[in-house]
Antibody, heavy 119, light 107 residues
Framework: EVQLVESGGGLVQPGGSLRLSCSAS????????MHWVRQAPGKGLEYVSA????????YYADSVKGRFTISRDNSKNTLYLQMSSLRAEDTAVYYC????????????WGQGTMVTVSS | DIQMTQSPSSLSASVGDRVTITCRAS??????LNWYQQKPGKAPKLLIY???SLQSGVPSRFSGSGSGTDFTLTISSLQPEDFATYYC?????????FGQGTKLEIK
């Protein structure tokens, strides 16, 4: 079964750090670009970050640039999102997502992990 | 960045109704338009990719059309399980972007 499982979410104070992990199974992880999408409570979907299949290319939304770092370990089939200098507006469910090559439609989503930034 | 605008933002309909949701891009995106369904507390689910291709396992009552800047998602005969929020997404350029969502409610 193709599956993505996120972990690492939780409550963190403003200015703090958190690292999210996403464990992939059921497909050849190293062949696919991977993405993070977030959703603030009661709001829509926001594209956060992406990384190429070999990790050589990354993208960040302006809202997180300079504060978040995406990475991957293809030997462990795991995607990461290191988040620092967290703000209240980063509070959201963070989804790990696999894209369909060439069209970047997101066909596999994790269950999401909640990040709450609050004092 | 490309802006995506969905209409309506919310919609009330009955089981058996035919429903259409519209998505407009701020510039041409060819056919790089995808549709997702999200139910409360769940991750989004891909329904339609490349404007009109039905994702595997998705019922045939869902269909998509359009190209360029104007796109539609049609549900031919609403079923109880279809009441959810629907999002369009452009994947023509980075960053990809989503519409604001259309909440489909039971009348």
């Amino acid at each position: 079964e193709v599956q993505l499982v996120e972990s690492g979410g939780g409550l963190v104070q403003p200015g703090g750090s958190l690292r999210l992990s996403c464990s992939a199974s059921g497909f050849t992880f190293s062949s696919y670009a991977m993405h993070w999408v977030r959703q603030a409570p009661g709001k829509g979907l926001e594209y956060v970050s992406a990384i190429s299949s070999n990790g050589g290319s990354t993208y960040y939304a302006d809202s997180v640039k300079g504060r978040f770092t995406i990475s991957r370990d293809n030997s462990k089939n795991t995607l990461y999102l290191q988040m620092s200098s967290l703000r209240a507006e980063d509070t959201a469910v963070y989804y790990c997502v696999k894209g369909i090559p060439g069209i970047d439609a997101f066909d596999i989503w994790g269950q999401g992990t909640m990040v709450t930034v609050s004092s | 960045d490309i802006q995506m605008t969905q209409s309506p933002s919310s919609l009330s309909a009955s089981v058996g109704d035919r429903v259409t949701i519209t998505c407009r891009a701020s510039q041409s995106i060819s056919s790089y338009l995808n549709w997702y369904q999200q139910k409360p507390g769940k991750a989004p689910k891909l329904l339609i990719y490349a404007a009109s291709s039905l994702q595997s396992g998705v019922p045939s009552r869902f269909s998509g059309s359009g190209s360029g800047t104007d796109f539609t998602l049609t549900i031919s005969s609403l079923q109880p399980e279809d009441f959810a929020t629907y999002y369009c997404q452009q994947s023509y350029s980075t960053p990809c972007s989503f519409g604001q969502g259309t909440k489909l409610e039971i009348k």
